[in-house]
T-cell receptor, first 113, second 114 residues
Framework: DAEITQSPRHKITETGRQVTLACHQT?????MFWYRQDLGHGLRLIHY???????NKGEVSDGYSVSRSNTEDLPLTLESAASSQTSVYFC????????????FGPGTRLTVL | TQLLEQSPQFLSIQEGENLTVYCNSS?????LQWYRQEPGEGPVLLVT?????EVKKLKRLTFQFGDARKDSSLHITAAQPGDTGLYLC??????????????FGQGTILTVHP
């Protein structure tokens, strides 16, 4: 069965360190998204990609970067982790159109000390 | 700026009660989706509504898209403890820079007590 996976599921790091969160999907979807989830804010879009070599900034992209070298993977990098980036991060993918279902991974809980 | 205002943020009710969750915006959306999320998992799509005034039913859940496509509601009849979870609405806009993207509401944490 097709799926979307994230790793690690939990991560504790220190302020200033670089952190990369992995996202891998086997749906063969063109669109991939990274969100962060904080209480009272729902899901906020960090970065997204419409295909290989395409990346775009979302509403809360400062301090984050992504790269898309193949269809299956969209790793999220925190260049210099800050305590404000403590959150739960979700990766999602969708086929093409805005009405298409977004399929979410199980999330990564990141704590920055 | 939160484009989708979801209310209430928290809802605690007894089994068998009815409830309604609202999702409101000043913006027009081409479609609106409702997701349900359980602890430790990602959101899972419940329904997509596309046409203004559309009503969709999923067992005890009724979803409605406003006539002007600016708002939506989720009504649960005779809530059960298994309905406990986080409910999220998400709006999509057609075309341009909004292609493929969703804007999420803040979410409603529902707890149904036995």
């Amino acid at each position: 069965d097709a799926e979307i996976t994230q790793s690690p599921r939990h991560k504790i790091t220190e302020t200033g360190r670089q952190v990369t969160l992995a996202c891998h999907q086997t749906w063969n979807h063109n669109n991939m998204f990274w969100y962060r989830q904080d209480l009272g804010h729902g899901l906020r879009l960090i970065h997204y990609s419409y295909g290989v070599q395409d990346t775009n900034k979302g509403e809360v992209s400062d301090g984050y970067s992504v790269s898309r070298s193949n269809t299956e993977d969209l790793p999220l990098t925190l260049e210099s982790a800050a305590s404000s980036q403590t959150s739960v991060y979700f990766c999602a993918s969708s086929e093409e159109y805005s009405t298409d279902t977004q399929y979410f991974g199980p999330g990564t809980r990141l704590t920055v000390l | 700026t939160q484009l989708l205002e979801q209310s209430p943020q928290f809802l605690s009710i007894q089994e068998g009660e009815n409830l309604t969750v609202y999702c409101n915006s000043s913006s027009v959306f081409s479609s609106l989706q409702w997701y349900r999320q359980e602890p430790g998992e990602g959101p899972v799509l419940l329904v997509t509504v596309v046409t203004g005034g559309e009503v969709k039913k999923l067992k005890r859940l009724t979803f409605q898209f406003g006539d002007a496509r600016k708002d939506s509601s989720l009504h649960i009849t005779a809530a059960q403890p298994g309905d406990t979870g986080l409910y999220l609405c998400a709006g999509a806009r057609a075309g341009g820079t909004s292609y493929g993207k969703l804007t999420f509401g803040q979410g409603t944490i529902l707890t149904v007590h036995p």
